[in-house]
């Protein structure tokens, strides 16, 4: 007797959905993916959202322009936002896209049939032993397909764009890529020092003439609102000045903490640290309530301090300042204990179904990101709702959380039919130079006989 068990028509993707391909010899198995990090991309993207949109909706110039901002409700949200959001969740993206360096090189080798994989016993090759051609081809690929995306993000888009600065420190960071884990971690503290220096250096810029006078500020807030309240051309032309502003503070601000995140993560990525967590755990614990104290306090001390009131004292303008200088080391120091709830909490298996959705939008992080800003740019330009300068920091908060919610149901929706977002796809085909498969294949049904 024969019968169709149609039941077992399934997608040959969800047999191992949260698996990427590795080849071994002729037979091609599952790689497993790290959920993990899949939801910690997920959960920054939410933190990312909150922060970007205040630079979507307000003048770099003045950040006393929005009087809307004036109001309770919005202070409490500033302080919550200054608090729990600046200056971390870049630093957690940072982190992971160092730890994806480590795997691509990895995956490198076990196609070139090397033996050091990531694994926590990885040894780094000698500083003379190159990698293959093949994956500092791929490498650089990667690295021009993220720049490219990054020049339109920034000029079409979003004026903090982030993509180009990962693209230059990701070619940085191939240069390392023979470092031991214990030598990157020197390199990522000497960056973290470098960091305060930047953060101190701000200080000292924005406390010059040209910078403080106040009357000047709001006229060039002023002119930016007319400009992003205007049409597509006139939105453009604005954020194309607008860079000349962020790329004075972003190399400050910026670029030393993400070159200690990068360094932090390929060290991680060297000893296989996603890979066997249970391991890793004692070490996170004795480290935890350092972070957490430094964190809290620190952040504590930005949100609180750092906005100083024309005409204060000197003591308060010194304790402003030196609460922003202390972001260097408290804003990394909380993203620390993000991940680590962030873990731990992926570790339990009542949470694996309700942070699914998360884990989805972390896996196609890139369109996500780009989305935000799509999304952002019709919400607040002229060429849109023209919302620019009108919602306060309360608003700016509900606006991120529908958006966030939005994109965990498209995500959720995408990745139950295709392999890839349709970003990453496009920077996939670009960095390994073919079409690769983007809809998840079918399996015909399975004929039993009994």
């Given at each position: ?12 993707d ?26 910690l991309?997920?959960?920054?993207l ?24 004036a ?27 160092g ?13 070139s ?6 694994t ?11 990698r ?65 220096v930047g ?32 049409g597509?051309?006139d ?6 000045r ?9 190399p400050?601000?910026n670029?030393p ?39 809290i ?29 202390g ?13 680590y ?6 570790g ?14 972390g ?6 990101y ?23 920091a309360?608003?700016?908060?509900a606006?991120a ?7 965990l149901?498209?995500?959720?929706w ?6 890839l977002g349709?970003d ?27």
């Amino acid at each position: 007797m024969t019968h169709v068990a149609l039941s077992t028509r399934t997608r040959v993707d969800d047999v191992a959905q949260n698996a990427s391909v590795a080849n071994v010899g002729s037979v091609t198995v599952p790689r497993p993916r790290h959920d993990a990090l899949d939801l910690l991309r997920g959960v920054a993207l939410f933190g990312i959202l909150v922060v970007n949109l205040q630079f979507f909706a307000n003048p770099v110039y003045d950040a006393g322009a929005n009087a809307l901002d004036a109001s309770p409700l919005a202070r409490v949200a500033a302080w919550l936002i200054a608090f729990a959001f600046e200056a971390k969740f870049f630093v957690l993206f940072s982190f992971l896209f160092g730890y994806g360096v480590a795997v691509q090189l990895a995956r490198g080798d076990e196609e070139s049939g090397r033996t050091t994989a990531v694994t926590p016993t990885h040894a780094a090759p000698a500083p003379g032993d190159a990698r293959p051609s093949g994956a500092g081809r791929r490498h650089a690929r990667r690295l021009v397909g993220l720049l490219a995306f990054g020049v339109v993000h920034a000029t079409l888009l979003f004026v903090g764009d982030i993509l180009v600065s990962y693209a230059l420190f990701g070619a940085a960071l191939w240069w390392v890529r023979a470092w031991s884990p214990r030598r990157l971690v020197r390199l990522a503290i000497a960056c973290l020092a470098v960091a305060i220096v930047g953060h101190a250096a701000i200080v000292v810029v924005t406390s010059l003439p040209a910078m403080s006078d106040t009357q000047a500020m709001r006229a060039l807030a002023e002119e930016a609102t007319r400009s992003y309240r205007g049409g597509f051309g006139d939105a453009m032309r604005q954020r194309v000045r607008d860079l000349a502003v962020f790329y004075l503070f972003t190399p400050l601000f910026n670029w030393p903490t993400i070159a200690a995140m990068f360094a932090l993560g390929l060290a991680a990525g060297k000893i296989g640290f996603a890979r066997d967590l249970v391991r890793h755990r004692p070490t996170l614990r004795r480290w935890l309530p350092v972070a957490l104290v430094v964190g809290i306090v620190g952040n504590v001390a930005y949100a609180s301090f750092t906005d100083v009131p024309a005409g204060a004292s000197t003591a308060r303008a010194l304790l402003g300042a030196v609460s922003f200088i202390g972001l260097a080391l408290a804003g990394p120091a909380l993203a620390s204990v993000y991940a680590y709830v962030v873990i731990a909490m992926d570790g339990r298996p009542q949470w694996g179904r309700r942070l699914a959705p998360v884990r989805a939008a972390g896996r196609m992080s890139l369109t996500n990101y780009l989305g935000q800003a799509i999304c952002a740019s019709v919400l607040f330009n002229g060429y849109g709702f023209a919302w620019y300068g009108r919602v306060g920091a309360n608003g700016l908060l509900a606006i991120a959380v529908v958006l966030y919610a939005g994109q965990l149901a498209f995500s959720t929706w995408w990745l139950r039919r295709f392999r890839l977002g349709p970003d990453e796809w496009l920077l996939r085909c670009w960095t390994e130079w073919r079409r690769v498969p983007l809809r998840r294949a079918i399996v015909a049904p399975a004929i039993e006989r009994a």
